[in-house]
């Protein structure tokens, strides 16, 4: 029997984005926690995986912004990296699940795993934000064209997030096929989301560029 160790549970969770949110997919925590530390070990590796698997999945060709192919996304922060700096405590930040405590969910993450998404080229992320992401523009009131950016990257992170999820109720639902009912109906929940989300981020979208 294989020996599973702390450091496979850790490799598993090395392009965690900051957490999905088990709740969400009706996991009891009877199913996430086993009864000895061997099937616990091997129950969260096999999470991991299965969520790894839905995000590579849900990854896409094009770069949000400017529609471009791309392979490489920028690893975008829905907050600014200065911001989560100042809070972070040994250069980590605490998740809502510090909290919650959810099995099989982290509790705190790097300030580079932190409210993250994988949308834009590298370019337009270093371009389209910097008005929102310049600290000096904290010392005053916020402009139309901040405020225009901050949706646009909330929109974004709401994007990304519903896209996994998107991906993993039609996992389980073709794995797991007595759960087709429950995953219908969350698959075309996260559907109107990233509609209304989609449509959300082309009006800030538009807001922003008619404002530069």
């Not at 099989?104 to 580079?112: K, L």
């Amino acid at each position: 029997m294989y020996s599973y160790k702390e450091e496979d549970i850790n490799h598993e969770r090395a392009d965690d984005i900051d957490g999905i949110e088990f709740i969400s997919l009706n996991f009891d925590a009877d199913e996430i926690v086993g009864d000895n530390i061997h099937e616990n070990y091997a129950n969260q590796i096999s999470i991991n995986q299965f969520i790894s698997e839905a995000r590579k999945e849900a990854k896409p060709h094009k770069c949000y912004y400017c529609g471009q192919k791309t392979i490489g996304f920028c690893n975008s922060h829905s907050i600014p990296a200065f911001c989560l700096r100042n809070i972070a405590l040994n250069g980590k930040v605490y998740y809502a699940n510090n909290f919650i405590n959810i099995p099989g969910c982290d509790t705190q993450g790097g300030i580079n795993k932190t409210g993250t998404f994988h949308l834009l080229c590298r370019k337009c992320d270093s371009i389209i934000f910097q008005e929102y992401e310049n600290p000096k523009n904290y010392e005053k009131i916020p402009t139309s064209i901040m405020l225009s950016q901050i949706a646009m990257k909330n929109h974004l992170k709401n994007i990304a997030k519903r896209r996994v999820e998107n991906i993993l109720y039609k996992k389980m639902k073709k794995n797991f096929p007595h759960f087709n009912d429950l995953c219908d109906y969350h698959i075309r929940g996260t559907e109107l989301d990233l509609e209304e989300y989609t449509n959300d981020y082309r009006k800030a979208k538009s807001a922003n560029i008619k404002k530069i």
